[in-house]
C-alpha cells in the first residue's frame, strides 16, 4: 500500500531545481531587497539608525548582514531577524528589530521581503544515496535543515520548499506535492 502510494506520487513528482536563491519549482525566494550602508551605532542592538533615509525598508522585511569588522558575526536568513518598526526621518531611517544583533560601524545590511505564504510545499524523495552525502533544504517555516545519509528511496520527514545544496553524488530527487 505504502509503496503504490509513492509510486504513484513519483509519477506526479517534479525534479526540483537546486539552487540557494530559486524554490523548488524555480520561483525565487526573494521577491524585494535594499541594501543599506552607514549604520550609527556599533553595538548589540534592537534599534538601529541609518544614515540616510530609505523609503523602501518596510515592516516584516527580513534584515541580513555579512560578517563585519572586528569579528561581528554574520546575520542570516536564518537567524530570523525581521524589521519590527520603521520610522523615517527628514535624512535619516531607524530600524527597529525583532530581536537585538551585533554590527560593526558602517556595516552594510540588507533587508529583503519573501513571499512566504505563497510558498509550495513538497515531499522530497531520495532517489540515489551513493555516498556520504548530504542535501540542505528549507522547510516551510523558513528553516534550513541538514540530512546527513538519507537513505536512497526515504522521503524526507519535512515540508521542503527550496533544495539549497546536495553532495556525495546524491541523485535522482523528485518533489512530490
Not at 531587497?33 to 541609518?50: E, I, P, Y
Not at 531577524?81 to 554590527?103: C, D, F, H, R
Not at 524523495?125 to 523558513?142: D, E, F, K, M, R
Amino acid at each position: 500500500m505504502i509503496r503504490n502510494y509513492y509510486t504513484e506520487a513519483y509519477k506526479g513528482g517534479i525534479v526540483p531545481t537546486i539552487s540557494a536563491d530559486n524554490l523548488i519549482d524555480g520561483t525565487a525566494k526573494v521577491i524585494e531587497t535594499v541594501a543599506q550602508a552607514g549604520v550609527v551605532n556599533a553595538a548589540t542592538s534592537k534599534t538601529f539608525v541609518l544614515t540616510n533615509l530609505n523609503l523602501i525598508i518596510k515592516r516584516g522585511m527580513y534584515m541580513t548582514a555579512l560578517a563585519g569588522s572586528g569579528g561581528v558575526p554574520a546575520v542570516s536568513i536564518n537567524d530570523n531577524v525581521i524589521v519590527e518598526s520603521v520610522v523615517y526621518g527628514a535624512t535619516t531611517t531607524t530600524v527597529t528589530l525583532n530581536k537585538p544583533v551585533q554590527t560593526a560601524a558602517a556595516q552594510a545590511l540588507t533587508f529583503f521581503s519573501i513571499a512566504q505564504s505563497s510558498w509550495k510545499e513538497y515531499n522530497l524523495y531520495i532517489g540515489t544515496s551513493p555516498a556520504s552525502s548530504t542535501i540542505s533544504v528549507l522547510t516551510s517555516s523558513n528553516q534550513e535543515l541538514t540530512f546527513v545519509n538519507p537513505a536512497a528511496g526515504f522521503v524526507l520527514p519535512v515540508s521542503v520548499v527550496q533544495v539549497t545544496a546536495v553532495s556525495g553524488g546524491l541523485t535522482n530527487l523528485i518533489a512530490l506535492d
